[in-house]
């Protein structure tokens, strides 16, 4: 994948399916983060620090097959679906293979705790 600087130019570099998925994604993303989106590492995270990267909450990283879609602070959320695999330190992501997988209410969901544990008003 070629380096990006911008949400937007890592999103439009996506081939076609995994960027079907992150236009599902996104909207909900953007509802709960408004504007905090930036590139850091290569692939977008939304933080509500000054700077992209303090105080992460969330992620999208491309894959060869999937988009990975995490939360800093994941393994802390409850998960009644199970969907979220713990990952290193307090990490937690889904795989998503494609744009059906994303299930709004629960990503939504997700999105909002995951803001409340950074104790940040909305």
């Given amino acids: ?9 890592y999103l439009d570099s996506l081939p076609t ?7 599902r994604l996104l909207p909900l993303v953007e ?4 504007g905090r989106g930036a ?3 290569g692939h977008p995270v939304w933080s509500l620090g000054a700077a992209p990267g ?5 992620f999208l990283k491309s ?14 959320l409850a998960d009644p679906s199970g969907r979220l695999a713990p990952g290193s330190r ?3 992501s889904v795989k998503l293979r494609s744009a059906a997988e994303v299930d709004t209410a629960l990503f939504a969901d997700w999105l909002a705790r995951a803001r409340g544990l950074e104790q940040l008003p909305a």
């Fill in 1 to 9: 994948m070629p380096a990006t600087t911008t949400v937007a130019q």
């Fill in 54 to 58: 303090k105080n992460p909450v969330c």
């Fill in 17 to 23: 399916a995994r960027r079907e998925i992150a236009d």
């Fill in 90 to 92: 307090t990490m937690a």
């Fill in 39 to 41: 590139v850091w590492h």
């Fill in 31 to 34: 509802a709960a983060l408004p």
């Fill in 63 to 76: 894959y060869a097959g999937h988009l990975t879609f995490g939360f800093w602070r994941g393994q802390e």
